[in-house]
């Protein structure tokens, strides 16, 4: 398959247990967030977004924090499953002159261990 | 059902020869854009579309061209131009203030 990234952060985790992915954002004028989880050979696929007028949202087995004051982003999965092993990149956006701006971090590398 | 495809998968060009990717969207959204990505490295931006007939680069332009002739399609060019060609790209695409839509990517080996 594809490789995503050789260097990544790498976070292992038993399966069963919950899993926190971090990312930090650059821009203050960011309003909306994004986390994509990235399968070898596949393109990225849309987990959960987060608009800047909340702190926490909610899907099936995922949570996203985000935490304005520090520019920090969480993504947490529940009870972390072999399938959810793949690379997680959080993604940034803010208008610009030219339309909407997407910045995407470098990604995290989950690992479940059996 | 509606999505993002890009062809071909694998491509393969010997250096000095320019070659072109597809990316075409049945999900009816104005904008388009092309990423690239490398090893250990996000995604960066190359070009990208808000509308048809209109286009901007991205973060790293440089060697590559676009055309956005219809709305459902927005092909890419790599050019000989491009000191280092050879990656994995992404197109993708949005409407409005939402989420990127993404293919499932090209992967160029340039020799």
């Known amino acids: 398959g594809e490789s995503v990234g050789l260097h990544l952060p790498t976070l292992s985790v038993q399966e069963g247990d919950n899993s926190i992915i971090n990312c930090a954002y650059s821009n203050s004028a960011s309003d909306y967030f994004i986390w994509y989880k990235q399968e070898s050979g596949k393109g990225p696929q849309f987990i959960i977004d987060i608009r800047s007028n909340m702190d926490k949202r909610q899907g099936q087995r995922v949570t996203v924090l985000l935490n304005k004051t520090v520019k920090h982003l969480s993504l947490q999965i529940a009870a972390t499953q072999p399938g959810d092993s793949a690379v997680y990149f959080c993604?940034?956006?803010?208008?610009?002159?030219?339309?909407?701006?997407?910045?995407f971090g470098p990604g995290t590398r989950l690992s479940v261990l059996p | 059902d509606g999505g993002i495809t890009q062809s071909p998968k694998y491509l393969f060009r010997k250096e000095g020869q320019n070659v072109t990717l597809s990316c075409e969207q049945n999900?009816?959204?104005?904008?388009m854009y092309w990423y690239r990505q490398d090893p250990g490295q996000g995604l960066r931006l190359i070009y990208y579309?808000?509308?048809?007939?209109?286009?901007q680069k991205g973060d790293i332009a440089e060697g590559y061209s676009v055309s956005r002739e219809k709305k459902e399609s927005f092909p890419l060019t790599v050019t000989s131009a491009q000191k280092n060609p050879t990656a994995f790209y992404l197109c993708?695409?949005?409407?409005?203030?939402?989420?990127?839509?993404f293919g499932n990517g090209t992967r160029l080996t340039v020799t």
């Open positions: 579309s808000q509308i048809v007939n209109d286009f």
């Open positions: 999900l009816n959204h104005d904008a």
């Open positions: 993708a695409s949005s409407m409005g203030n939402s989420p990127l839509h």
């Open positions: 993604a940034e956006n803010y208008l610009h002159n030219y339309g909407q701006n997407f910045v």
